[in-house]
């Protein structure tokens, strides 16, 4: 497969690297002169492109890893070069305009669950990726074919790809991404006023601080845009937070041990529901599904399953001679699974089967 990374950075550096070495992908990048150097030096790319035009010429997939702020022009652009049969992503953290603002149904909006503290693509892994949710923003106009193709491609590099709406995804990653970074700067900038006194040495802090702390000051080159571009949904869990902050507060000042031992015990009855929704394995199980063709029929299977957290471990389509009709195979993990994804599509009208 030829594929083209427009930014090799972290995410499109690791792209580059795991396509190569996992995938078996002939790789074109294209980003500054200086940052093209050095992703041929690592062997992250097989050829480096001056222009965007030139990188996605003959590509049969595009990512385009930039700060979320630059994806819609960029994406444009790709799509405006691309070949008609080339499937096109990108690897933003915030999902809900740039899919609004693209109806070409070459692009499947992308956003991996994977990333570090350090940036650049002196820092890719081939590895990153490994077990990696990986979700997918599919619209009804998404072309099925380059849907199946991008899943395939995900899959070969480790990744775990996951349908799901872009509203849901920005509202999803506000809480469990955005969120925390943005408390991680405020517990930096609230002990550095508490333990910074005259010229005192600061004393030693624990590893829940440094836990607590460790994406604090991420790149403003890409959490600015972040920040911004999802402000609603953000600012809607820090509201959440000051809700909860005030209830511990209010336990607290009651100093009531009952209630403060209640709060605790649900934190960690919390924690454990939210670690168990991660966990997945267990043998695969096919199922079949006739399908009309019609534009938007694997989205909507794929974003129904993705809503009940059931992963699509692969899937391959079958069309049949006269292209009205075609077979989608789905392969998922564990049979429980397996049983729920069966009686949801049974449930959307579609005939369905394990063979």
Known sequence: MRVAVIGVGLIGGSVALAARARAGAMVTG?????VLAEATARGAIDRAAETVE??????????????????????????????????VSDVGSVKRAL??????????????????????????RADLFEGATWYLTPRPATSGVLYERLHRLLHALGA?????????????LAAVSHLPHVLANVLVAQAAATLTVGEQPLPATGPSFRDATRVAGAPSAIWTDIYLHNREAIIAEIDGVLERL??????????????????????????????????????????????????????????????VAVNIADMALYPASDMREGVIALWIAGSAEAQRAQELIAGLGFPVASP
């Open 99 to 124: 899919v609004a603002g693209i109806e070409d149904p070459r692009f499947v909006g992308g956003h991996p669950l994977a990333g570090a503290e350090t940036a650049g693509v002196a820092h890719a």
């Open 246 to 307: 005030r209830d511990a507060r209010e336990r607290l000042l009651a100093a009531d041990a009952g209630a403060v031992s209640a709060w605790n015990d649900d934190a960690a009855s919390d924690r454990r529901r939210l670690l168990e929704r991660e966990l997945v394995g267990g043998a695969l199980f096919e199922l079949r599904i006739s399908v009309p063709n019609r534009p938007g029929v694997i989205a909507e299977l794929a974003l129904e399953l993705g809503r």
């Open 30 to 34: 294209a980003d500054t002169p200086q």
């Open 160 to 172: 775990r790809p996951s349908a799901i709406d872009p509203a849901t995804h920005d509202r999803v």
């Open 54 to 87: 030139e990188a996605v010429g003959d590509a049969e997939a595009v990512f385009v890893a930039a700060p979320v702020g630059a994806l819609p022009e960029l994406v444009r652009a790709v799509l405006r070069a691309a070949p008609v049969d080339c499937v």
